[in-house]
Nanobody
Framework: QVQLVESGGGLVQAGGSLRVSCAASGTIFSINAMGWCRQAPGKQRELVASITSGGSTNYADSVKGRFTISRDNAKNTVYLQMNSLKPEDTAVYSC????????WGQGTQVTVSS
């Protein structure tokens, strides 16, 4: 079965950095994109960053210039490097992989203190 497992979340002070990872296992055919979404309490889920199979990236305006998405194809892992973190970045971050369907990880909590 397909499984996506996030790791690397935690508590960090404003201005700090975190790197969250998402490791995929199982067979996923025809992957065309991978990415990260986040959801804070009382807010809708939003797309944070994505990367296509061709390497093109896209970022939400709120994180552009601070976050970087990358892949390690050999490890079937997608990363999100988060720098200059702000309290408003506090959310549950979930990774996803789009193939024939969309697969989701369980999410990892990122908390940024002021």
């Amino acid at each position: 079965q397909v499984q996506l497992v996030e790791s690397g979340g935690g508590l960090v002070q404003a201005g700090g950095s975190l790197r969250v990872s998402c490791a995929a296992s199982g067979t996923i055919f025809s992957i065309n994109a991978m990415g990260w979404c986040r959801q804070a309490p009382g807010k809708q889920r939003e797309l944070v960053a994505s990367i296509t199979s061709g390497g093109s990236t896209n970022y939400a305006d709120s994180v552009k210039g601070r976050f970087t998405i990358s892949r390690d194809n050999a490890k079937n892992t997608v990363y999100l490097q988060m720098n200059s973190l702000k309290p408003e970045d506090t959310a549950v971050y979930s990774c996803w992989v789009r193939g024939a369907t969309v697969y989701w990880g369980q999410g990892t909590q990122v908390t940024v203190s002021s």
